[in-house]
């Protein structure tokens, strides 16, 4: 366990090597029943968040995407942090933990039931167990969305590259702010539309350097609060997928405007960067 404290500004190489050693932490709310910044229904009523249908389908939407997304990274060097239920049904619990074992190794994820409280709050006291007062490596996945198989490994060259924190307390955005949007509507995989999307600062392309007992990716708002960091954005390529459902979390639906990507189950990039969607 890294218990190495940071003091001071560290030069262009020491960040570098600090980067290039770190352990990404994966943050993941399955279910929470907690206050954070979900905007669903199910956010403020306990039966809908743990209504027997809608587990399942979160189970089947993290079996399908973002599991699949972390066992194809490139770049293994990632811890996956669920933080979920104290209450959730015990079904659901096992089926949580069978699934995690299904698609991870031994010792790459944590499950972490809590009772109620600051989502931000839980978190940091994961990180303060685990990495003491070192400085941390943060990014956010939804259990229904999902990740290129270059997103940790990209993630961390261009954290690499960014100046070196000024402070113990400094922090550091990174965002990638391109990706798609997959209308899962109606699972009919003839009826599943990509949609490209492009999002300065959204929450699942952020990922944030900080200190294990400050700042963390639960405690921000994310369209906001990067602005006041140094903070960079790649619009190279997409690399992230959001889903879009009946059940979302957040206000996520298919806009006017938007156009599907033509054949996308045929496109080259997609089917090296993005296989699993191909499993749909």
């Known amino acids: 366990m890294q218990k190495d404290t940071l003091t001071g500004k560290m030069t262009q190489g020491d960040w570098a090597a600090h980067v290039a050693e770190t352990e990404i932490i994966v943050a993941m709310r399955f279910s929470y029943w907690g206050k954070s910044g979900w905007q669903s229904a199910s956010s403020k009523d306990r039966d809908l968040l743990f209504a027997t249908d809608r587990l399942l389908l979160r189970l089947s939407l993290l079996q399908s995407l973002a599991l699949p997304s972390l066992a194809a990274q490139t770049d293994q060097r990632f811890h996956l942090h669920v933080l979920t239920s104290w209450g959730l049904p015990s079904w659901a619990k096992a089926a949580l933990r069978e699934a995690l074992e299904d698609a991870l190794a031994p010792g790459q994820f944590t499950v972490d039931p809590r009772r109620w409280s600051l989502a931000a709050s839980q978190y940091r006291n994961y990180l303060k167990d685990r990495h003491g007062n070192s400085r941390t490596l943060q990014v956010v996945l939804d259990d229904d969305d999902g990740l290129s198989t270059d997103f940790l490994a990209t993630l961390r060259a261009e954290m690499a590259g960014m ?3 000024e402070s113990i307390n400094a922090v550091r955005f990174m965002s990638h702010s391109q990706g798609y949007g997959l209308d899962v509507t109606d699972l009919e995989s003839s009826a599943i539309e990509l949609y490209p999307l492009r999002s300065r600062f959204i929450n699942l392309g952020l990922a944030l350097s900080s200190q294990a007992g400050g700042i963390n990716i639960y405690g921000i708002a994310h369209q ?28 996520a639906k298919v806009r006017n405007g938007w156009t599907p990507v033509p054949e996308w189950r045929q496109n080259p990039d997609i089917a090296a960067r993005f296989p699993w969607l191909l499993q749909l």
């Open 163 to 165: 100046d070196p924190p």
């Open 224 to 251: 906001r609060t990067p602005l006041l960091h140094p903070n960079k954005v790649s619009k190279d390529r997409p690399m992230w997928v959001r889903t879009i459902h009946e059940r979302n979390d957040s206000r």
